[in-house]
């Protein structure tokens, strides 16, 4: 028996537009609540949320199985970091800061076990064999990994033809916030110029053949990077919908 299919990266290759939002909560109740709104995909994020191995292993159960493909966002492109992940039974994963093709080539190697890459096998007690009920896992699990790079810096954008070029990379996921701060607009994602190279990115990464990723929330921006190219839209963050609803219900009683 092999490792499950990847629907998300199956998905990705084609020529679907997925939409999905971050989980930020960090609390397996509300993911599991996300993963019945009708997303293609949740992000469970383990960069800016609360999140450790075993609170993204317990949101990675209760997603699982429910639709919605989860995706864990992880702190950085530290393998060990990596490897607990894919154990755990993360298949898709998104790794930030990602500034040039021999970060990226290290990446992809953590994610895979020789002769591709050096991922640490210890799947026998790991989630991600059913504890050993998946007897062709460690022949199988490289094809199933879904792997998608966060270009967030101007030495990103520099190096993002060299990235698209690598083969084991599946998208690339440009991060405007990031961005903008590095091109000297912090807080002004909006800004012409970062909006322009958000574009331009998501031109290239798709005309590459790899999926395009995004995130951006306000319903303009979510369609002009739809037709820039973006198939890996996250249109939402849990923290942000949480928060706006509580405070508007506030201020309507308020008044």
């Known amino acids: 028996m092999p490792a499950p299919l990847n629907i998300l990266k199956q998905r990705l290759s084609g020529d679907e537009v997925l ?33 450790d191995i075993p609170s993204l292993s317990a949101q990675l159960a209760v997603i699982d199985g429910r639709g919605p493909a989860p995706v864990i966002r992880l702190p950085d492109d530290d393998p060990v970091k990596i490897k607990q992940a894919l154990d755990i039974g993360a298949q898709s994963l998104l790794i930030p800061m990602v500034d040039s093709a021999e970060q990226a080539e290290r990446i992809y190697r953590a994610t895979r076990y020789a002769p591709e890459g050096f991922r ?63 091109m000297g607009h ?49 249109v939402g963050i849990d923290v942000t919908i949480l928060s706006g609803a509580l405070r508007a219900l506030a201020a309507q009683m308020r008044g």
């Not at 599991?32 to 800016?48: C, K, P, Q, S, V």
């Open 19 to 51: 939409h999905g939002i971050w989980l930020g909560l960090a609390d397996p109740y509300t993911a599991e609540i996300a993963a019945t709104a009708g997303f293609d995909w949740l992000l469970i994020d383990g960069e800016h949320a609360p999140n």
């Open 186 to 234: 912090l807080g002004h994602a909006a800004h012409p110029d970062v909006r322009a190279a958000v574009f331009d990115a998501l031109t290239r990464i798709r005309a590459s053949g790899k999926a395009a990723g995004v995130l951006a929330t306000e319903a303009g921006f979510i369609a002009e990077c739809r037709k820039a190219g973006a198939n890996f839209l996250g």
């Open 120 to 182: 640490g096998v210890g799947s026998s007690l790991a989630r991600a064999s059913r504890f050993g009920a998946i007897p062709d896992y460690l022949t199988t699990a490289n094809d199933q990994i879904c792997l998608i790079l966060q270009v967030e810096s101007v030495k990103g954008l520099a190096a993002l033809d060299a990235i698209l070029a690598l083969p084991g990379v599946d998208g690339v996921f440009i991060g405007p916030a990031d961005l903008a701060a590095d």
